[in-house]
């Protein structure tokens, strides 16, 4: 999660975008949205100063990207200069692929309704669409609600690797409590994922325009005569659930680690720096076994976590599930790529097998 709540409008010299961004539904709607971002002239990026003024360009520019290739009848093979130039710019700035990616559509696309109230799903609202209405607008809230009930658990790491530093035993224990408390937060918040957003809206309105670029990729007009392909905005780009597997120590194996490896260049540098750092930090889940015999209780607190972790996965399948595979039974490719059943179900299984119980 960012530190401080995304900027919602971008400073002067920038009115064209923030016009457009806010038409892209009716855009859409009459067809209108290619020939427009086509005609646009490109601003001077150098005028963005700040991280939160780039994270809002980008934003902008990957709405306006994601809509321009998807929002037609036929997937767009190039992307007009008027975005693509300044789009692979502020990327490259930000140190993340020129898509559409969880950090710019979830991370960066809210804003609180009461400024003095918490990050909660009755005090949120969605900055940018790509159709509108309410599905769309849950879909993103939900996520980003997740992010905020699983940010204590992150805390929560790193307060327990330094309990492992100093062999303090009795410092772990009130952090994997709340480890395993802020999962199960994070499920009592995908459980409203279907209180407003239907699947089957979601599957035909929402998820194409999430998508990674066709197989035979994308041009970005003025940047590269080369056809470019990366994957679609996927959950797996989300730091927080790759954090807590790096947290519990929970290693992936094959396919399923390489996917997770290669969303790491969707983050934005700083989380996937977390990740790396608590990877590299002192091991909680060894020194809980190294403990095993004389604190049995630890290692049920460590097993707690991981079994809610896994929880959390069941249900993330489970909802995939009826968001795409009953909306389309032959479907099974995501939008970040992958063959999500298969995927997910590794992903859940691999979770399981660093219960402690099965390790030792």
């Not at 037609?72 to 190039?78: I, L, S, Y």
């Not at 659930?241 to 969707?266: C, K, P, R, W």
């Not at 608590?278 to 015999?293: E, L, T």
């Not at 009953?326 to 059943?341: L, S």
């Amino acid at each position: 999660m960012p530190s401080e709540d995304p900027l919602e409008c971008l400073p002067q010299g920038f009115e064209i975008w923030e016009r457009l961004a806010a038409q892209v539904p009716t855009l859409l709607m009459t067809n209108r949205l290619r020939e427009t971002l086509a005609t646009l002239t490109i601003p001077d990026i150098s005028r963005l100063e700040s991280d939160r003024q780039l994270r809002r360009a980008m934003l902008l520019l990957s709405i306006f990207g994601n809509a321009y290739v998807w929002g037609g009848a036929k997937p767009a093979t190039t992307i007009p200069r008027a975005i693509a130039i300044p789009w692979c710019q502020i990327a490259e700035k930000l140190k993340r692929p020129p898509i559409t990616a969880y950090a710019s559509i979830v991370l960066d696309n809210w804003r609180r309704i009461d400024r003095s109230q918490p990050l909660d799903l009755n005090n949120l609202a969605p900055l940018q669409l790509f159709c509108g209405g309410i599905d769309e607008q849950w879909f993103y809230l939900v996520s980003m609600a997740i992010e905020a009930k699983g940010a204590p658990a992150l805390a929560a790491i790193v307060a327990a690797q330094k309990a492992v530093a100093m062999g303090w035993i009795e410092g772990i224990r009130p952090q994997l409590a709340q480890i395993a408390a802020a999962i199960i937060e994070m499920q009592r918040g995908l459980e409203r994922m279907t209180e407003k957003c239907d699947p089957y809206i979601y599957y035909h309105r929402v998820r194409p325009f999430l998508a990674g670029w066709p197989e035979t990729g994308v041009i970005y007009e003025g940047v590269s005569d080369v056809p470019q392909k990366f994957a679609g905005g996927s959950a797996a780009q989300s730091s927080l659930v790759q954090s807590l597997d790096a947290g519990l120590g929970i290693q992936h194996a094959g396919n399923t680690q390489s996917f997770l490896q290669e969303m790491h260049s969707y983050m934005p540098p700083r989380h996937r720096q977390f990740i790396v750092a608590i990877w590299s930090g002192p091991s909680i889940k060894q020194f809980i076994i190294d403990h095993q015999q004389s604190q049995p209780a630890l290692c049920d607190l460590y097993n707690h976590c991981v079994e809610e972790l896994m929880n959390f996965r069941k249900q993330h399948l489970a909802i995939a599930a009826q968001y795409i595979l009953q909306q389309a039974p032959k479907e099974q490719m995501g939008t970040g790529g992958t063959n999500f059943v298969p995927f997910l179900k590794k992903v859940e299984a691999q979770t399981k097998a660093n219960l402690i119980s099965n390790v030792v």
